[in-house]
């Protein structure tokens, strides 16, 4: 547990240095035992930048087109998730029905599932929430993250299990203010 905790506050300061302006390397990655990579989903319009030790699989035929998985052993401890679609609604009523969807499929999808909130910033045409579910005898805290941009759909979810999500929150929330659009915009 000790272990990990020292993982997390050195993947802390990695996430927070290209933020200061601060690398070690140029390009995409930053230099420290888990250097960052970038992962561009160009069909989609979106870049992320994760720590290069989180496990990565892309596909155009499943749900998700993009998956990190950060892994103690072989328990998966923190999920990134990416669906992204080629359309936008383009009002605000037909964000909020496609919204009403969103969250409606959270039930049917995940066993238990309780939401703790939702939100809706209609400015930057983006909603959120944060759920838990449980599987088998783990709960798992889920926030998702529902962005409107350039004419395409970006969902993305941030995992983990409930007991070490107040460890993870901090490297998800800098995970997605590293986001960047194809038009340059971040988050």
Same mark, same amino acid.
């Given at each position: 547990m000790q272990s990990v905790r020292l993982h997390l506050q050195k993947l802390a300061i990695l996430l927070l240095l290209p933020l200061?302006? /601060?690398?070690?390397?140029?390009g995409s990655l930053f230099d420290y035992n888990d250097e960052l990579r970038s992962v561009a989903l160009t069909d989609y319009g979106i870049t992320f930048r994760i720590p290069g030790r989180? #496990?990565?699989?892309?596909?155009?035929?499943? !749900?998700?087109?993009?998956? &990190?998985?950060y892994r103690e052993g072989s328990e998966p401890? &923190?999920?990134l998730e990416y669906r992204g679609l080629d359309t936008e609604?383009? #009002?605000?009523?037909?964000? #909020?029905l496609y919204a009403s969807g969103w969250? #409606? &499929?959270?039930?049917?999808?995940?066993?238990?599932?309780?939401y703790a909130n939702r939100d809706?910033? &209609? =400015?930057?045409?983006?909603? %959120?929430?944060?759920?838990? !579910? /449980? *599987?088998?005898?783990?709960? !798992? /805290?889920?926030i998702g993250q529902l962005r409107f941009r350039d004419r395409r759909i970006h969902a993305i979810y941030y995992t983990a299990p409930e007991e070490?999500? =107040?460890? !993870?929150? *901090?490297?998800?929330? %800098?995970i997605d203010g590293l986001i960047q659009y194809t038009n340059g915009q971040p988050r």
């Open positions: 200061t302006g /601060i690398s070690c390397r140029s989180w #496990d990565v699989s892309l596909s155009r035929d499943r !749900y998700f087109q993009f998956v &990190a998985v401890l &923190a999920v609604p383009r #009002d605000q009523r037909s964000r #909020d969250y #409606d &499929a959270m039930r049917l999808n995940y066993p238990g599932w309780k809706k910033d &209609a =400015d930057s045409r983006s909603f %959120t929430f944060e759920g838990s !579910y /449980i *599987e088998g005898t783990v709960r !798992y /805290i889920k070490e999500m =107040d460890q !993870y929150r *901090e490297v998800f929330q %800098t």
